[in-house]
């Protein structure tokens, strides 16, 4: 059964730091893209990070750079976000998605994506 599974959200204070993970079942992450969403009370949904589906891909969106980081473990068929130096701002639910391969980048519009996960809360506050 193909499924996408997030966890790793909750609540920490500005400056913190969380890992999510993706946990993805009934495909190859080496076939495939993943994406990191986000989407914030009363916001559109935005791409934060992805990978590519050989791995040595990596986009990050700007307000993210720096402080984030995404990988995959291919024998867990899991893959992290790592986040750092969080800010309020980056308060929302996200959510990990599958996305076809695609040679020499990863980053694409969220409805090339075809399976999304439930989703995972993120909030960070004072």
């Known amino acids: 059964q193909l499924q996408l599974v997030e966890s790793g959200g909750g609540s920490v204070q500005p400056g913190g730091s969380l890992r999510l993970s993706c946990a993805a079942s009934?495909?190859?992450?080496?076939?495939?893209?993943i994406g990191w969403f986000r989407q914030a009370p009363g916001k559109e949904r935005e791409a934060v990070s992805c990978?590519?589906?050989?791995?040595?891909?990596?986009h990050y969106r700007d307000s993210v750079k720096g402080r984030f980081t995404i990988s995959r473990d291919i024998a867990k068929s899991t893959v992290y976000l790592q986040m750092n130096s969080l800010k309020p701002e980056d308060t929302a639910v996200y959510y990990c998605?599958?996305?076809?391969?695609?040679?020499?980048?990863?980053?694409?519009?969220?409805?090339?994506?075809?399976?999304w996960g439930q989703g995972t809360q993120v909030t960070v506050s004072s």
């Open positions: 990978i590519s589906h050989s791995g040595s891909i990596t």
């Open positions: 009934g495909f190859t992450l080496d076939s495939y893209t």
């Open positions: 998605a599958r996305g076809p391969a695609m040679f020499g980048l990863c980053s694409m519009p969220a409805p090339r994506y075809d399976y």
